[in-house]
Every structure is written in structure tokens, then in C-alpha cells.
């Protein structure tokens, strides 16, 4: 289970509250699934692998905690569907629904298959689509709220990732455009751009080795990867009543990455003078 940055957060504060997670089964979108059960929620978990999101309940329910797994494809619209009924059957109306279901490599355009872009866009932007439309035949209307998990490039064009740029551009589009047209009904629609988080398969994939991560961390103003319980709380937040009246903002979780490259060494220059 994740452990929490804050001490502001009560051990209950969740308690009776039904989370919904796409793209359950591990990484980021896990530990919000960790976090949200540990503070009392019970969480319904979606990946493309049943075995994958079975295991990934058990650790939640074997530290006491409410979860099930369902196997869906968000790519499938009638799965996504399917699964929402199911968790809804366990545990009643979604308080909150997190689509986190992604893909993504390194590759530049040149080595992208028309097929290569098109997965990525499915899983990631098509896929977001499926969940949010989906979930609304299955959420507490007032007061559910929708978190996307974004991504930075979404604003910032990044080399060898044009697939997952596009896609999580389209994503956090998609999610200020249905803040505006759920908000009248009571329905908060956010997205969280993690920057880079350690202990996670995206971040094996975007910097596979000790000479690439140093370099990464070299550039982040605060100078490390953030954990997946950086991220955990944030969603949390999203999905209180603190958050009441935040709709359609995408927020960063990442150190200050967005901000550009903070290699430059600022005190050493202030010394030379
Ligand atoms: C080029 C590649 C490739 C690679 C796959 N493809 N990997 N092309 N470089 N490294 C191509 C394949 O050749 C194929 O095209 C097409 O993509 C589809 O591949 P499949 O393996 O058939 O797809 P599928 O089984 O649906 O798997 C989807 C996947 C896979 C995205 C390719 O990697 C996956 O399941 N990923 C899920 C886990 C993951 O990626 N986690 C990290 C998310 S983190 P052809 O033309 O040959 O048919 C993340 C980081 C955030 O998103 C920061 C940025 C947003
Ligand atoms: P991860 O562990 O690979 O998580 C991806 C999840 O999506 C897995 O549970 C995977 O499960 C599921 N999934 C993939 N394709 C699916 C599909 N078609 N249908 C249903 N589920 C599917 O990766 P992660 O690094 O933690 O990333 C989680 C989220 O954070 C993603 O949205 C990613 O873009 C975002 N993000 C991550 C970072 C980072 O530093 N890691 C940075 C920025 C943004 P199965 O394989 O079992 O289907």
C-alpha cells in the first residue's frame, strides 16, 4: 500500500466513497487505487488482463481493504460499459472515476506505424472518451468527479512522442470540454499531469537506464522523480469537497518539469556573481 505525504488526510476520510480506475492494475494508477482504499473507499480496478487486476485488488483487500478487479479494454466502448455495471453492482454509484489507461514507447515518427499512432491515440484519448461517456449512467449525480491522468507533453511537444503528445493533448481538451458541459449537473471534471514518477513502467520506458535518469533528475527544478503517492493524494484532494468548486483545471504533479529545463546551476552563478 502507498503511504501518505499528509498528515492533513484522515485515516477514513474516504469511507463510503466508490472509485472507479481505469488502467488499474499497476504503476500510478494503482496507488491511487492504494490510497483510496486505505482512506476507506472501495475501489472497482479495470485493465485488459484479468489475472493483472485480480492481483492488484488482492493487495489492497489483503491489507483489509474493498477492491475488485474487472477485465475490460477501454478501447472497447460495450467493455467499459460492462465493467462499470459490474463494479456498480458491488458497491453502488461512482463518487469517483479516474481514467489512467495508457500506452506509450519511445519512437520517433519515422520508426510510427500508422498503427503504432493509432494504438496509443486509441488507448489514451479514445480510451478516456469511452470511460468518461460511459461512466455517466453510473455516477452520483451532483458530486462525482472525473480525473484524467495526463501528461505534461500534452502542452509540451517532446521528441520521439508525438503519438503520446497528441493523445494526451486530445485528453486534456476532452476533459475542460466536459467540465463545461457536466458542471450544470453537478460533475467536476479534472486531469492531473504527473511529471516523471519513480517505480513506474512509464518511466522504465522513457528512461531505461542510470545515465538517462540522472540526466532527467539534472533538469527538474526539484531535482527528482516524484512517487506514486505524490500523485495518490492529489487525486484524493480532487475527489474531496475541498475541491468543490475546482472544475476543468489540469494539474501538474511533477517537481516543476513544466517549466522547462532547470539544469543551470542558480547558486554556483550567484557566487561568481
Ligand atoms: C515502435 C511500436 C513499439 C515501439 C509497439 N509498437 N511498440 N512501434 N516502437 N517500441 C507498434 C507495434 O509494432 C504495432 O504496430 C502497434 O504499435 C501496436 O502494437 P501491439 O503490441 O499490437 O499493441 P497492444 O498489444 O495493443 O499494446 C499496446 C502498446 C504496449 C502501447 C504497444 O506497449 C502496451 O500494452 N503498453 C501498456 C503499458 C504502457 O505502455 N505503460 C506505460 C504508460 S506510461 P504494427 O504496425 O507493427 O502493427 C506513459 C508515460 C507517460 O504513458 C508520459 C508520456 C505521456
Ligand atoms: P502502467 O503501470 O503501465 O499503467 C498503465 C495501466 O493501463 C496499466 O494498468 C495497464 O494494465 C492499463 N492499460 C493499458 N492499456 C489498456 C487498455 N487498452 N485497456 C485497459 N487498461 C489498459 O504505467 P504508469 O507509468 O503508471 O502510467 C499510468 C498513467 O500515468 C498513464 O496514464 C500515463 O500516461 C500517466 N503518466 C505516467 C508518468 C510516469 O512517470 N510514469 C508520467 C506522466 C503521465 P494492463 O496492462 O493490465 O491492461
Given at each position: 500500500?502507498?503511504?501518505?505525504?499528509?498528515?492533513?488526510?484522515?485515516?477514513?476520510?474516504?469511507?463510503?466513497?466508490?472509485?472507479?480506475?481505469?488502467?488499474?492494475?499497476?504503476?500510478?494508477?494503482?496507488?491511487?487505487?492504494?490510497?483510496?482504499?486505505?482512506?476507506?473507499?472501495?475501489?472497482?480496478?479495470?485493465?485488459?488482463?484479468?489475472?493483472?487486476?485480480?492481483?492488484?485488488?488482492?493487495?489492497?483487500?489483503?491489507?483489509?481493504?474493498?477492491?475488485?478487479?474487472?477485465?475490460?479494454?477501454?478501447?472497447?466502448?460495450?467493455?467499459?460499459?460492462?465493467?462499470?455495471?459490474?463494479?456498480?453492482a458491488a458497491y453502488g454509484d461512482f463518487d469517483v472515476v479516474?481514467?489512467?489507461?495508457?500506452?506509450?514507447?519511445?519512437?520517433?515518427?519515422?520508426?510510427?506505424?500508422?498503427?503504432?499512432?493509432?494504438?496509443?491515440?486509441?488507448?489514451?484519448?479514445?480510451?478516456?472518451?469511452?470511460?468518461?461517456?460511459?461512466?455517466?449512467?453510473?455516477?452520483?449525480?451532483?458530486?462525482?468527479?472525473?480525473?484524467?491522468?495526463?501528461?505534461?507533453?500534452?502542452?509540451?511537444?517532446?521528441?520521439?512522442?508525438?503519438?503520446?503528445?497528441?493523445?494526451?493533448?486530445?485528453?486534456?481538451?476532452?476533459?475542460?470540454?466536459?467540465?463545461m458541459e457536466w458542471g450544470p449537473a453537478g460533475i467536476r471534471?479534472?486531469?492531473?499531469?504527473?511529471?516523471?514518477?519513480?517505480?513506474?513502467?512509464?518511466?522504465?520506458?522513457?528512461?531505461?537506464?542510470?545515465?538517462?535518469?540522472?540526466?532527467?533528475?539534472?533538469?527538474?527544478?526539484?531535482?527528482?522523480?516524484?512517487?506514486?503517492?505524490?500523485?495518490?493524494?492529489?487525486?484524493?484532494?480532487?475527489?474531496?469537497?475541498?475541491?468543490?468548486?475546482?472544475?476543468?483545471?489540469?494539474?501538474?504533479?511533477?517537481?516543476?518539469?513544466?517549466?522547462?529545463?532547470?539544469?543551470?546551476?542558480?547558486?554556483?552563478?550567484?557566487?561568481?556573481?
Amino acid at each position: 500500500m502507498t503511504s501518505s505525504n499528509s498528515d492533513i488526510i484522515r485515516s477514513n476520510a474516504c469511507a463510503g466513497q466508490v472509485v472507479f480506475v481505469a488502467g488499474g492494475s499497476s504503476g500510478i494508477n494503482l496507488g491511487i487505487a492504494q490510497r483510496y482504499a486505505e482512506l476507506g473507499a472501495s475501489v472497482g480496478l479495470v485493465s485488459r488482463s484479468q489475472d493483472r487486476v485480480d492481483a492488484a485488488a488482492a493487495t489492497i483487500t489483503e491489507a483489509g481493504g474493498k477492491a475488485i478487479g474487472v477485465e475490460a479494454d477501454v478501447r472497447d466502448f460495450d467493455a467499459v460499459q460492462a465493467a462499470m455495471r459490474k463494479v456498480q453492482a458491488a458497491y453502488g454509484d461512482f463518487d469517483v472515476v479516474i481514467s489512467g489507461a495508457a500506452g506509450n514507447f519511445l519512437a520517433p515518427v519515422i520508426a510510427l506505424s500508422p498503427n503504432a499512432f493509432r494504438t496509443v491515440i486509441d488507448i489514451d484519448l479514445i480510451g478516456t472518451f469511452h470511460v468518461f461517456k460511459a461512466c455517466y449512467d453510473f455516477i452520483r449525480k451532483p458530486g462525482a468527479s472525473l480525473i484524467a491522468i495526463t501528461a505534461g507533453q500534452a502542452v509540451r511537444p517532446t521528441m520521439f512522442q508525438a503519438h503520446a503528445c497528441a493523445a494526451k493533448a486530445g485528453v486534456n481538451l476532452l476533459t475542460q470540454t466536459l467540465a463545461m458541459e457536466w458542471g450544470p449537473a453537478g460533475i467536476r471534471v479534472n486531469g492531473i499531469a504527473p511529471g516523471p514518477i519513480g517505480d513506474t513502467e512509464g518511466m522504465a520506458r522513457l528512461a531505461p537506464n542510470a545515465e538517462v535518469t540522472a540526466r532527467l533528475k539534472g533538469r527538474i527544478p526539484l531535482r527528482d522523480y516524484g512517487t506514486k503517492s505524490d500523485v495518490a493524494d492529489l487525486a484524493v484532494f480532487l475527489g474531496s469537497a475541498n475541491a468543490k468548486y475546482i472544475t476543468g483545471a489540469i494539474l501538474d504533479c511533477d517537481g516543476g518539469s513544466i517549466l522547462g529545463d532547470a539544469s543551470g546551476d542558480a547558486l554556483t552563478f550567484s557566487k561568481r556573481g
